[in-house]
Structures are given as structure tokens and as C-alpha cells.
């Protein structure tokens, strides 16, 4: 029959029991480590509005970026497409807009006129 005192008492996690009974890890670590647990989660809870804004945000940040780094990256191939195109008289006979149009489709895996 279990006394009164064991009844009392809990159980330990499993971790607590593998680190600091089983393999004997210092005692200060565990107050450390049960300090810095207790004064996270009263920092969340007492932030939770500005941490929630904050993950907004940086999801936010996160899905426009690619789109960014597209259109970016294809306004400087029409740009240099465009160039090339003017400085190799390639259809000189049309006009900006028709310059700018095979710029474009080239970009988008399209070919060069010959």
C-alpha cells in the first residue's frame, strides 16, 4: 500500500527523468530551464496581439516576394531583350510598341525574329 507522502507527490516527465535523474544533469539547469519556459509563456501572453500582427505580416512578406522577384526579373529581360533588339536593327521597320511585343514574347519562351 502507497504512503500518504507518495500520493503526494507527482510524477516527473520523461525527460526530466532521462536528463536529470537517470543521466544526472545539473539541478540548475532544470530552475534555468523552468524559468526561462515560465517567463516565455507570460511574454506570449502578454504580446499575443503584436506576435499574431507580426506572423501576418511576415506570411504577408513571404507570399508577395516570389511575385516580386518575377516581375522584377522579367522587366529586366524585356529590358535587355528591348536593347539588344534596337541595337541589332532587328525589324527596324516597326515601330517601339512591335519592339517592346517580341521583347515580351521572347521572355515568355517565345523566339527572336530572324
Known amino acids: 500500500m502507497k504512503s500518504n507522502s507518495d500520493k503526494n507527490q507527482t510524477k516527473l516527465p520523461w525527460w526530466v527523468e532521462l536528463l536529470f535523474v537517470q543521466i544526472g544533469l545539473p539541478d540548475s539547469w532544470l530552475s534555468k530551464y523552468l524559468r526561462k519556459k515560465k517567463e516565455a509563456a507570460n ?6 496581439k503584436y506576435i499574431a500582427y507580426s506572423a501576418i505580416l511576415i506570411a504577408g512578406i513571404l507570399y508577395i516576394y ?3 522577384r518575377y516581375t522584377s526579373s522579367s ?3 524585356i ?3 528591348t536593347k539588344y533588339l534596337k541595337s541589332n536593327n532587328i ?3 516597326q515601330n517601339k510598341m512591335d ?3 517580341l521583347a515580351v514574347g521572347y ?6 525574329p530572324k
Open 99 to 101: 519592339i517592346n511585343s
Open 75 to 77: 522587366a529586366s529581360c
Open 66 to 68: 516570389p511575385i516580386v
Open 107 to 112: 521572355c515568355h519562351g517565345g523566339a527572336l
Open 79 to 81: 529590358d535587355k531583350t
Open 43 to 48: 511574454f506570449i501572453d502578454e504580446n499575443k
Open 91 to 93: 525589324n527596324s521597320s
